[in-house]
């Protein structure tokens, strides 16, 4: 899914980087004859998370979300169309990846 068409506007330069890390990867790979390459990760959830309303990243500000609502009896609305995609990855299991990617990753 990812570097499937057009980055949106609103975060060019990050998702330009993001796919020029590849691209660097690649090529380091070609000139010196050895491994590189790239961990892009998606949205991660997990302990630790940041639940500050204004500064939260999705999962933790809709956890949040629900929390207030339920507490103060209000009600727990979402805002959006319903279609924009989003990927999340549990955050210690992307630390298990990073370790596997660094013991065994050959491609």
């Known amino acids: 899914m990812m570097n499937i ?7 060019l330069g990050f998702s330009l980087a993001k796919r020029n890390l590849d691209v660097l990867s690649l090529m380091y790979t070609q000139e010196h004859g050895c491994l590189f ?3 892009v990760p998606c949205g991660t959830f997990g302990p630790h998370d940041n639940f500050n309303a204004t500064q939260a990243n999705v999962i933790p500000a809709l956890i949040n979300k629900a929390y207030e609502a ?3 009896g209000t009600v727990f609305e979402i805002w959006g169309t319903g279609v924009a995609q989003r990927q999340f990855i549990y955050n210690q299991d992307l630390a298990k990846l990073y370790i596997w990617i660094v013991r065994k990753y050959q491609d």
């Open 5 to 11: 068409g057009p980055p949106h506007p609103s975060n």
């Open 37 to 39: 390459t790239s961990v």
């Open 70 to 72: 339920k507490k103060n």
